[in-house]
């Protein structure tokens, strides 16, 4: 099922399907779908709002491999229905982590190739659940050895549940125009007014929650350029990079964070933030090529940190 | 949600092997054409589901221009639909028949 594939080492991550970025993803017809389009595994929910369903309630699960390197791997399609968590695309994904968790013949990666909104508002209760059972499926999963890795590239970006579902993976790969939040800019600035956050001052909330600014603050591990060919080789050396789950690294992301906030807590913006970390010219870093900033980026000791 | 069904005898079967294939993604003004090799001989089905009422006649008028142009035989096609125009319905069967067609 992944013949959907006009895709080549240089296209577009953001622009992509959700299997398109599976079959630039992943070694060549390496990849398995579990519970495919034709079993119809559909939203119950749905058809009640008069809403088109999608044959694969909008998230892709199977296994394949990469650079020879067995994964386990879910994709979130940003285009239907935002990318949202509901009751049967949340349940797909928990099952796929919850199995490489407990069944150890299985591949011990997994990789999430998020894109979405957050939860779908039209099964809210459901789609709620599922984050949270994901959230505990995946760190129970990292205490027992499994690596999952996310990857944040695509138009919906990682909102709401897919934040919170990104800060639980063990290692995070972002392009620039991934974005990385909880509460979506519309969202703060409804609660909290346009002086708190100008949700239309686009320059402002790309640099704050774009991929660059997440990399910057060590949000995420690794930047890549927005390309097939970029997430696959972040991806791949991020595989052998990721440290086990336990007491110590809890402890060592808790100090991290509280410095993180005692630093930053005060910045209206994202340019004082890059100032703070010693960045020259921080006011250069939106026009900055993807090489150039993984150079400026690698050799920054806050976005480097080994915690996680 | 509306259901439309369409039963065509088609020309000859779709040549290729493949079993299934899908196409597109359910968004706004798209749709996805889900292709499965089920059916005997050159018998063609259709099944769509969309939200958008009271077209009956132009998709029934493009499932016909479909069938006529690429023969697809054997098939049994699902279609879910975001509001897809004519003209991205056409494309995405056909995007679908190639597929199938392909190795």
């Known amino acids: ?308 | 949600m509306l259901t439309l069904y369409f039963k065509h005898t088609a020309k000859q079967r779709l040549p290729g092997k493949k079993a299934e294939a899908l196409i597109g993604v359910v968004a706004s003004g798209n749709l996805e054409v889900l292709l499965e090799r089920v059916l005997l001989d050159a018998a063609c089905e259709v099944v769509i589901a969309t939200p958008v009422v009271g077209y009956d006649a132009t998709w029934e008028a493009v499932v016909a221009e479909f069938v006529e142009r690429s023969s697809p035989g054997g098939l049994r096609i699902s279609i879910n639909d975001g509001g897809a125009r004519p003209d991205t319905v056409f494309l995405r069967l056909m995007q679908g028949c190639a597929l199938m067609e392909s190795v």
């Open chain 1, 1 to 308: 099922m992944m013949e959907d594939a006009a895709t080549h080492d240089q296209s577009s991550w953001f622009q992509a399907t959700a299997r398109q970025r599976l079959a630039g993803l992943l070694d060549p017809r390496s990849f398995t779908e579990f519970l495919g389009p034709s079993e119809r595994v559909e939203s119950p929910h749905l058809h009640i709002f008069d809403l088109p369903r999608a044959f694969d309630d909008g998230v892709v699960v199977g296994r394949g491999a990469l650079g020879g390197i067995p994964v386990l791997v879910a994709a979130q399609e940003g285009q239907f229905m935002g990318g949202t968590f509901g009751e049967v695309s949340g349940a797909k994904l928990v099952g796929l982590v919850r199995a490489a968790r407990d069944h150890k013949d299985l591949p011990q990666t997994v990789l999430l190739l998020l894109d979405s909104g957050g939860v779908r508002l039209q099964e809210a209760n459901a789609g709620e659940l599922s984050v949270a059972e994901l959230m505990r499926a995946i760190v129970q999963a990292r205490c027992s050895g499994v690596s999952v890795i996310a990857l944040v590239g695509g138009k919906s970006g990682a909102f709401g549940g897919a934040g919170l579902t990104a800060a639980t993976c063990s290692r995070v790969v972002v392009s620039e125009q991934g974005r990385i939040g909880v509460t979506g800019p519309e969202v703060i600035e409804t609660n909290k007014g346009v002086e708190e956050y100008d949700s239309r001052d686009k320059s402002l909330v790309w640099s704050v929650c774009g991929g660059k600014n997440r990399r910057l603050i060590g949000m995420a591990d690794a930047f890549t350029e927005d390309s097939m060919d970029g997430f696959r080789s972040a991806v791949r050396a991020q595989l052998t990079h990721v440290a086990r789950l336990d007491l110590a690294t809890l402890q060592a992301e808790q100090k991290r964070l509280t410095a993180r906030q005692e630093k930053f807590g005060s910045c209206e913006d994202a340019v004082s933030m890059w100032k703070i970390l010693g960045v020259n010219d921080p006011q250069s870093i939106p026009d900055m090529d993807a090489a150039s900033f993984i150079k400026l980026a690698n050799g920054i000791e806050d976005a480097n940190h080994d915690a996680r």
